[in-house]
């Protein structure tokens, strides 16, 4: 079983469509993420959701929908598609770190996002 | 936040240790040393992380100096596999997010 999976894991779209992407995790973690990793490979963080509440939100456009209907999904809905969306994206999870955990990131195997 | 720097790239032979350096010389008392390697269009995996003890598990060793500005990760016996970028943070608190530099590219060569 995968642990993190997102789908699609490549979608070719044109400027202006909205897309979803849609990430679940099967570890009973309380914590998921979506990075973006440009085509210069920096891996920057865009959103993180705790228990299904937004806990960070980069300085990310307003076009970037995140949602978390469980704590086992957290999608990311993109309107109005740009040029400079084309990246990879990959969602992430983890267990709040206390002792006995390490809180580590489990990633997913990216998205790769193609705006023509 | 405290920052981190490594070096952009380095090789080693497969079958020898790779010593992987990070400078951290900000880091603050209350925050760990995480290191995850994002090998070649995949998601990043977690390797280790440590406060003041030298770690080890069973990908790899993690050594921080005694003062804490820099630490090395070893991977004992590098393999084909283990070509990819390495990534060294510095966690500023407990479930802070982490936040990824350009990490050092580590090529293993046969």
């Known amino acids: 079983d995968t642990a993190v999976s997102q789908t699609p894991k490549y979608l070719v779209t044109q400027m202006g469509n909205d897309k979803s992407i849609k990430c679940e995790q099967n570890?009973?973690?309380?914590?998921m993420y979506w990075y973006k990793q440009d085509s210069k490979k920096f891996l920057k963080i865009m959103f993180s959701?705790?228990?299904?509440?937004?806990?960070i939100n980069e300085t990310v456009p307003n076009r970037f929908s995140p949602k978390s209907p469980d704590k086992a999904h957290l999608n990311l809905h993109i309107n109005s598609l740009e040029l400079g969306d084309s990246a990879v994206y990959f969602c992430?999870?983890?267990?709040?770190?206390?002792?006995?955990?390490?809180?580590?990131?489990?990633f997913g195997e990216g998205s790769r996002l193609t705006v023509l | 936040d405290a920052k981190t720097t490594q070096p952009p790239s380095m090789d080693c032979a497969e079958g020898r240790a790779a010593n992987l350096p990070c400078n951290h010389s900000?880091?603050?008392?209350?925050?760990?040393v995480y290191w995850y390697r994002q090998i070649h269009s995949q998601g990043p995996q977690y390797i280790i992380h440590?406060?003041?003890n030298n770690e080890t598990n069973e990908m790899a060793s993690l050594i921080i100096t005694e003062d804490r500005k820099s630490s090395t990760l070893i991977l004992p016996h590098a393999t084909l596999r283990d070509t990819a970028v390495y990534y060294c943070?510095?966690?500023?608190?407990?479930?802070?997010?982490?936040?990824f530099g350009k990490g050092i590219t580590l090529s293993v060569r046969p």
């Open positions: 992430a999870s983890s267990q709040y770190r206390d002792r006995g955990n390490t809180g580590e990131l489990f």
């Open positions: 570890l009973g973690h309380d914590t």
């Open positions: 959701y705790n228990n299904k509440e937004l806990i």
């Open positions: 900000t880091i603050s008392g209350n925050e760990y």
């Open positions: 440590g406060l003041k």
């Open positions: 943070i510095v966690i500023p608190g407990a479930n802070s997010k982490l936040t």
